[in-house]
C-alpha cells in the first residue's frame, strides 16, 4: 500500500486559502476511493471530501460545511490527492487527514458511506490547519 503523507498545512487568516497535498493511493485497474477528513478537539472525526478514480459514477462529494469553498481533486500523472481550500473559517480550524481504501470496490458507495471513516484503512498522520 502506498504511504500516505500529507503537505500544505499551516496557518492562514480568515477568507485566506491553502492547498493540502498526497499520494494517490491506486492502481490502474479497479474502482478506488479516496478522502479527506478533519478533526478539531473534542469533536469527532469528520468527513470533508470524497473522490472515486476514473470509471465510476461517483462524483466528488462534500460536507454541507464546506460545499462552495472546498475542492478536491486528482492528479492522474503525478499520481496526488488534492484539497483546495479556499474562504477559510475559524471553524475549519483542525487536523486534517488524507485517507485512502486499500482495496477496490465492485459496487459504488453511497455518499454517507464515502465520508464515513469506517470505510477507510489507509490513513497519514494528518497535518494542522489553524485559520485566525
Known amino acids: 500500500h502506498v504511504q500516505l503523507v500529507e503537505s500544505g498545512g499551516g496557518s492562514v487568516e480568515v477568507g485566506g486559502s491553502l492547498r493540502l497535498s498526497c499520494p494517490g493511493s491506486?492502481?490502474?485497474?479497479?474502482?478506488?476511493?479516496m478522502a479527506w477528513f478533519r478533526q478539531s478537539p473534542g469533536k469527532e472525526r469528520e468527513g470533508v471530501a470524497s473522490?472515486?478514480?476514473?470509471?465510476?459514477?461517483?462524483?466528488?462529494v462534500y460536507a454541507d460545511s464546506v460545499k462552495g469553498r472546498f475542492t478536491i481533486s486528482r492528479d492522474i500523472a503525478e499520481k496526488k490527492l488534492y484539497l483546495q481550500m479556499n474562504n477559510l473559517k475559524p471553524e475549519d480550524t483542525a487536523i486534517y487527514y488524507c485517507?485512502?481504501?486499500?482495496?477496490?470496490?465492485?459496487?459504488?458507495?453511497?455518499?454517507?458511506?464515502?465520508?464515513?471513516?469506517?470505510?477507510?484503512?489507509?490513513w497519514g498522520q494528518g497535518t494542522q490547519v489553524t485559520v485566525s
Open positions: 485517507a485512502a481504501r486499500r482495496f477496490p470496490r465492485i459496487q459504488p458507495l453511497s455518499q454517507d458511506a464515502a465520508l464515513s471513516s469506517d470505510e477507510y484503512n489507509n
Open positions: 491506486w492502481q490502474a485497474r479497479g474502482t478506488y476511493y
Open positions: 473522490i472515486a478514480t476514473d470509471g465510476s459514477d461517483f462524483g466528488p
